[in-house]
T-cell receptor
Framework: DGGITQSPKYLFRKEGQNVTLSCEQNLNHDAMYWYRQDPGQGLRLIYYSQIVNDFQKGDIAEGYSVSREKKESFPLTVTSAQKNPTAFYLC????????????FGPGTRLTVL | DQQVKQNSPSLSVQEGRISILNCDYTNSMFDYFLWYKKYPAEGPTFLISISSIKDKNEDGRFTVFLNKSAKHLSLHIVPSQPGDSAVYFCAASGGSNYKLTFGKGTLLTVNP
């Protein structure tokens, strides 16, 4: 049963703490992406990766970091430098970057107290 | 600068009627367009896409129309069902830009 999993579904952290969000896919997709959604807003790209051990900044990368050590996994760390970390975070993957459909995971709601 | 615009934040239709969701874009390099459906606290689900070489693509109850000269696309849902009630996002990509650029979404409510 192929798909994208994100864990946990809900995450609470104290201000000033780093937190890592998990994203795993078994679709054999090369490209993976992290987006952020805020109320009443579209999805904004944080980071993306086209291939293992390579990743690029998206439109709102400040305060975030990623790694891509395995094709299946693309974890996102929300650091204490991110000024407004409370949001809904979505991971996606596609067969390649370009004119191709991105498929999304179920999302993680991060609340920083 | 919003390159993909969904000017209607919400739309309400009766069950069985047609739902028409609109999307405008400004970047002439965009050549691939997608529609996603999203329920609260869930990830977006891909619905339908269209390449700029076409002006229409149909999949069951869903049809997407593309008017390149007007930089406008629309999603038609016929007939609308209560289960279609969700937020619909328009997205676009193109040129050397791998990225999907999303609109802010339109909340569709289908009333029984």
């Amino acid at each position: 049963d192929g798909g994208i999993t994100q864990s946990p579904k809900y995450l609470f952290r104290k201000e000033g703490q780093n937190v890592t969000l998990s994203c795993e896919q078994n679709l054999n997709h090369d490209a993976m992406y992290w987006y952020r959604q805020d109320p009443g807003q579209g999805l904004r790209l944080i980071y993306y990766s086209q291939i293992v051990n390579d990743f690029q900044k998206g439109d709102i990368a400040e305060g975030y970091s990623v790694s891509r050590e395995k094709k299946e996994s693309f974890p996102l760390t929300v650091t204490s430098a991110q000024k407004n970390p409370t949001a809904f975070y979505l991971c996606a993957s596609s067969t390649w970057t370009g004119a191709d459909t991105q498929y999304f995971g179920p999302g993680t709601r991060l609340t920083v107290l | 600068d919003q390159q993909v615009k969904q000017n209607s934040p919400s739309l309400s239709v009766q069950e069985g009627r047609i739902s028409i969701l609109n999307c405008d874009y400004t970047n002439s390099m965009f050549d691939y367009f997608l529609w996603y459906k999203k329920y609260p606290a869930e990830g977006p689900t891909f619905l339908i896409s269209i390449s700029s070489i076409k002006d229409k693509n149909e999949d069951g109850r869903f049809t997407v129309f593309l008017n390149k000269s007007a930089k406008h696309l629309s999603l038609h849902i016929v007939p609308s069902q209560p289960g279609d009630s969700a937020v619909y996002f328009c997205a676009a990509s193109g040129g050397s830009n791998y990225k999907l650029t999303f609109g802010k979404g339109t909340l569709l409510t289908v009333n029984p």
